[in-house]
């Protein structure tokens, strides 16, 4: 029993684990791509330390915290909400006494990962290790060597894009341009809170909105403009994406006339009740046209029902753990945008699912046709062994490789993104030596893709260039 | 070639299978907990000898019925129907004579492990060996050892639930009660028969709930404090929990008047088309209301299109093999529920879904958020070695194991009983023996979950006591 | 590396492996079975050499195509379009610097499977290749040896059904049963021309179809004769099936007087919105009728969003790449035609479906019950190994193998025909011998059913005669 085998994710097959063990030599300890992340961009512009283990590993992270409320803890004793504990070792302790409850789970494999290679803990959390783990973890923390611009270095990140409102004003970026530490950290425009109307605080974001881009944003012509010189300045401050989260996959393509009739009636509240939904849909292919000419590449992550326990969000806010996945139709959905622009070269939009069902029904032929079009690894609950096993299984006969694009470790956990990208190396090293072994790929085919998989697909999907 | 090999559904890398048969042996003779079955009441109730082979494995098994008749296998040749066959032997030879059509299924696996444990047949069953096997097991049935009690008390029974309409007296839980007999049978609330307006009979079955209760059910009053107190009954006899078979997973919350109108309705006969689906839905919040109380613990079966053959219903009856599964919808369908009381920890409503695309996108996250979710076990068409697997990979990784409920048996045919728990206990051996080798699982908390799955979980869950 | 290793597509352990071996060994040779294709039948009737490598392998394979194009290929350098390119060797230029993209893919395996087995040429195809396998191909394919019937005496081919219109006069047939070539290639009956409202000139359609048979097609009982004509010409042409290719599997059954209205509201151009898909579905199920009389089997391939993209279907046409799965509902789509005709003995239905959640959730409880539903072998995105995996590991256990029917090529690629049914073997015996090393068949079993897999369950579904 070791923390970290060495062989761990690797198939039992002694030929396809000797394969697997071979590629995953050649790119272990490549540089690490993180086209899309949701890393507090304040870590990076102030580097400051995190204060305890606590604060870095239970209280932030939404699949800790889920896992436990699911077995009967109280967010309180997390040190969520009002009446919460603050006492962040008696907090540890109630995680480290249901870490088994996470057996079988990534969040055991990521946090594993990172008390060995982070803080150089070798044995398993539990009741009795909880204190030392803890006085050891918080020892490191004070340290220069454990601030986020140390372990970006440490974790050998080429670059990382976190992700950003549009009313954001990047000052924490600047920050990091305007310092001498050479990481390459990178904005990603995200417009959700002036692009849905059932967002928090919609219409006063178009206000400031408005107000940021001195556009009229009373008007459709005036909104539209005020996205163009917000996506020139996420441009000009490095980045190369958008990101677009929304509740379903439906897009529309309306005449500019019934375009602006819709917004009007949005911010005039006099929406009819499936206009939200019809104006996230168009939007989603103005965001395309756009990215026709400006260049950023367009992700969408679609299917997450957000804040499914009205209970939960409305004593302990967004991102606990209770956004819950539904069926997304990606097939009639994506059909507008993609008669609009589909076809367009100029265009990269990256597909996300919470949906497996539609990996080998809709998005593989989606992608394995449309030229604008890739799929993005699998997301969210699915970003774990199994997970990336069966997008694999289900994708790639139709889509092929190079329609996807590498890996994202998309967290807010930042000792989990060296964890994140070694279990995704380790399952493409697995299945590309199942191929080899079962003769669909030669060998050296398969250390050619090895390295695309691990860093190339996605610093070309994410025109992010290097290398 | 033998009947049942000692390796059977284990996995083939020998490392592996090593880890398997070890994990299995510390389980593999471990008491039997059933918490959900179909099982005759009369059974245990009376202790008769069942007649012949045919009456015990061919003609109530709506699974081996199905497979015969979707082979070209008429009722009447299998005693089912006006102008069946009462030749016992004929419709046994007509089983034998198809039984390669059972290659690859579980029936096959049920029924081999129960010729060889129950009746000391070696042989496989063939056309050659019907006659042979039929009179061996009819000698059998005639002798005490054979009779359902004994064969409890041989299977290593620990506790078994049937499943009773809320209409029932129990008169057979009272016999078992009544005797000196050891044995646990406990009975289980399922009212879909005065919840469900579909419900062959429901307005009389609505005035025989008020006879039996002393309750008013033509007030929506009444009808509820009708459920209290059957509910209560139950419970004094033994029910550890309620269980509720639904076509879909929709529920609602209304209040109390409109709750009452919709009742108004249905029973005065001038519903609303949508008013059946609706009473359903708030049914079933109502339930978990009263669950939360009395602490019965929830069983939700989702999703069986029941009778999909009208001329097999209206010829043949119910449970004829001809319920077929539909899509169902467990994020939305459950929200009003869960919003109402899915936060409470003192309800525990278990899961279960004929639609496997939900385990990964619903029912895992679902569970792995919301204290008063568990994960059912592979329901019906999947309580397979690949529909075993399947719930175990796509569920674990979001869920973990300590939010599913271990193995229900659910059947109503005796002798496979344990035969499916040797199934279950065997898959999910399988399955962490897997999770062992690939270094995702240590070895020690691999014994440590298997005697969990194969019984523990299952105790706890259905707050049966013990251990 | 060689370029097909006898061992391909059969699992990595030893034993297994051994058991796969053995099973292959008895099928490997066996004739090809093709009860559904799209080959053309000029080849057949005229058999004429094919002119070049570029239109053999790539201008009209539109899974090559659509890969192509998805990773930025314009259709006029694969000889697409107005202004294609007419250089032959360009396209093949172009596709063979594209040869990677294919990895992972069937397309892959097919292309090198004909290259070796058909062409002789045994190093992969890259851009140094290029020009001498283009020359290789082209010097054989102007060779007698390279005809298409030759190749189909050398494929082994035992009987071949082509799929044909039904206002198709069958003249290539008529060549090929009026020469002394013995051959045998048989017509299917599919009427979607006639059928589908939606169909490009559905109304002249009609007018052709009542001119062809002589009856009064402007009326729902001389349409329906029409059809009973065309099915009875088949049929003496040597069809044995028909075959549906519909967007949905709805089904109804309406009264003779509502048919019938429909049917005048279509031609008489006043129809309603929901009137095209209600005809569809009525069709189904009338075609299901003529089927219990006249014996040609019913094939439904249901759930193509044909011509997704609106750009490339009015520029480069149909069959480009751009048909994309939708979900498909048959537990209730089909029940209308199920409670109709389900149960009558007489009727074969072969279900096809790009979805593959419904292969456990619906499509084999429904096989597995109804006598008259077979399953048909994945289609099309799924004809692949992984794809045949999931439709055995999902469908088996419930339907079984004598529900399921052998394999279709379903293609248009001559070349691949061989290749596909060898992946189908392989995958056959592969899935076989995991059931045999994991004690779920005996060995016995195995090789029994592996020639059913391959030939005879086709053979007896399609009523082919024959063995």
């Known amino acids: 029993m070791t923390?970290?085998?060495p062989d761990r994710l690797f198939p039992p097959d002694p030929a396809t684990r000797d394969v697997a063990r071979r590629l995953f030599a050649t790119i272990e300890t490549a540089p690490i791509v993180s086209p899309h992340g949701h890393t507090d961009p304040a870590w990076w512009g102030e580097n400051r330390a995190f204060s305890d283990a606590a604060e870095l590993f239970v209280i932030?992270?939404?699949?800790?915290?889920?896992?436990l409320v699911s077995q009967g803890a109280q967010f309180a004793s997390l040190g969520i909400g009002?009446?919460?504990t603050t006492d962040r070792r008696a907090i540890w302790r109630r995680f480290a006494t249901a870490y088994h409850l996470f057996r079988g789970t990534p969040s055991r494999a990521w946090i594993d990962h990172a008390l060995v290679?982070?803080?150089?803990?070798?044995?398993?959390?539990s009741p009795d290790t909880a204190d030392d783990v803890f006085d050891r973890i918080n020892e490191h923390l004070q340290s220069p060597?454990?601030?986020?611009r140390a372990l970006y270095d440490r974790f050998g990140i080429e670059v990382l894009a976190t992700t950003d409102s549009a009313l954001d004003d990047l000052h924490h970026h600047h920050a990091v341009q305007d310092c001498d530490w050479t990481g390459r950290i990178v904005p990603t425009y995200r417009p959700d809170a002036v692009v849905d109307p059932d967002y928090e605080g919609f219409l006063g974001n178009l206000e400031r909105f408005g107000a940021l881009t001195g556009c009229d944003t009373h008007r459709w012509q005036g909104y539209l403009e005020a996205h163009w010189r917000r996506r020139a300045f996420f441009k000009s401050m490095g980045a190369t994406a958008t990101d677009h989260g929304h509740p379903t996959a439906q897009t529309a393509d309306l005449s500019e006339a019934d375009a602006s009739s819709l917004y009007q009636r949005l911010i005039r509240g006099n929406a009819r009740p499936e206009d939200p939904e019809l104006f996230r849909a168009q939007m989603l292919t103005e965001m395309a046209r756009m990215s026709c000419e400006d260049g950023l590449v367009m992700q969408l992550h679609a299917g997450s029902h957000r804040n499914h326990s009205g209970l939960v969000h409305r004593l302990f806010g967004r991102d606990r753990g209770f956004d819950i996945p539904t069926r997304t139709d990606f097939t009639n959905g994506l059909k507008p945008l993609l008669n609009a622009v589909g076809m367009d070269r100029r265009l990269t939009l990256i597909l996300f699912t919470l949906d497996e069902s539609t990996y080998a029904r809709e998005l593989a032929p989606l992608a394995g046709a449309y030229p604008s079009l890739r799929l993005g690894p699998p997301w969210w609950f699915h970003d774990s062994f199994e997970g990336m096993r069966r997008f694999r299984e289900m994708a790639t006969e139709t889509a092929g490789f190079y329609n996807t694009v590498g890996f994202n470790d998309d967290t807010r956990a930042l000792c989990s993104i060296p964890a994140r990208h070694d279990v995704a190396r380790r399952c493409d090293c697995a299945f590309l030596a199942e191929l080899v072994t079962s003769h669909r790929l030669d060998e050296d085919e398969a250390f050619d893709l090895a390295?695309?998989?691990a860093g190339g697909l996605a610093r070309e999907a994410y025109r992010l260039g290097g290398r």
């Open 82 to 84: 009002q009446d919460a």
């Open 60 to 67: 932030p992270d939404h699949y800790v915290v889920r896992m």
């Open 117 to 125: 290679h982070v803080f150089g803990i070798g044995e398993r959390l």
């Open 3 to 5: 923390l970290l085998h």
């Open 451 to 453: 390295p695309l998989l």
């Open 145 to 148: 060597e454990f601030r986020p």
